[in-house]
């Protein structure tokens, strides 16, 4: 896993989530991307033509396509193994063997303005063919190339886009988590700093995930509880978190047995 320190550039067009269960919402934060970071709809079609006419009679949808290209800041490990079929990481050691069907989750976040953010999610992807580290005098010591391949489910979407506005404003140092959406700002409720105790929403499922971060300017000082009281935090340190940086983040899952409750899964501190 990627961190953000002082070793790492935090600059780029887009930030790139992925699961490695295919299908299910992105989650662990990779990295920025450096440069465009572009996707592509490609389709082939091919016409049918007819004697009686100078145009095709119809035209074939052959095969819909699906590209998503970025060029990632942190070429970690961790990260040449997850874009790289048939990789196994140990440690700090990987090792290339033959390629596999293993598909990933993928959500690509780019800012629009303020607190708008685009989500470009597949929820089946794959790499799509070599992988390539790209060594460089200045600036960012390492790049990694990706391509993602989106895969075709029957009954499922491809690739979905949306722009929500992700901001929660603090009420009485309780959130409202956004239907459906993963990703959310902390903004405070009133000056530039406040407490996340609790957070509540319509429709919570069982082991869903959210993301955190606070926003620009804010420190949002998320509290530990632990005992189990209705939309209550349990930190894995057991103490206080406090997000003064708009790149830290913390990923939480929710536990709806009894009071329905949220566990730390991951942090990223700036």
């Known amino acids: 896993m990627a961190l953000l320190d002082d070793a790492n550039l935090r600059s780029g067009g887009a930030e790139i989530y992925t699961n490695s269960t295919a299908g299910s919402a992105a989650y662990a934060w990779v990295g920025y991307t450096q440069g465009p970071a572009t996707v592509s709809h490609e389709e082939t079609a091919r016409d049918i033509p007819v004697e009686q006419s100078d145009h095709p009679l119809k035209t074939v949808t052959d095969d819909l396509g699906l590209r998503l290209r970025a060029t990632l800041l942190e070429p970690t490990i961790a990260n040449i193994g997850k874009f790289t079929q048939g990789t196994t990481v140990t440690a700090s050691v990987l090792t290339l063997g033959e390629s596999t069907d293993d598909e990933l989750a993928v959500d690509m976040l780019t800012k629009v303005t303020g607190t708008t953010y685009r989500i470009?999610?597949?929820p089946y992807a794959r790499a799509d063919g070599n992988v390539e580290l790209a060594y460089q005098q200045r600036g960012a010591e390492?790049?990694?190339p990706i391509v993602l391949r989106g895969m075709y489910r029957e009954g499922s979407t491809t690739y979905t886009m949306w722009e929500p506005d992700?901001?929660?404003?603090?009420s009485t140092d309780a959130a409202t988590r956004v239907a459906d959406q993963v990703?959310?700002?902390i903004q405070a409720e009133t000056g530039v700093a406040d407490d996340l105790a609790?957070?509540?929403g319509?429709?919570?499922?069982n082991l869903e995930y959210i993301v955190i971060r606070p926003d620009l300017g804010d420190t949002i000082t998320v509290k530990h509880d632990g005992g189990g009281a209705a939309g209550t935090i349990t930190l894995a340190d057991t103490t206080d978190f406090a997000m003064n940086n708009k790149d830290d983040r913390l990923v939480l899952q929710h536990l709806a047995a009894g009071n329905g409750t949220w566990n730390e899964i991951?942090?990223?501190t700036a």
Request: proline share 0%.
């Open 202 to 205: 319509a429709s919570l499922t």
């Open 266 to 268: 991951e942090r990223i």
């Open 142 to 144: 390492t790049l990694l």
């Open 198 to 200: 609790t957070i509540t």
């Open 120 to 122: 470009q999610r597949i």
């Open 183 to 185: 990703h959310h700002i």
């Open 166 to 170: 992700l901001a929660v404003v603090l």
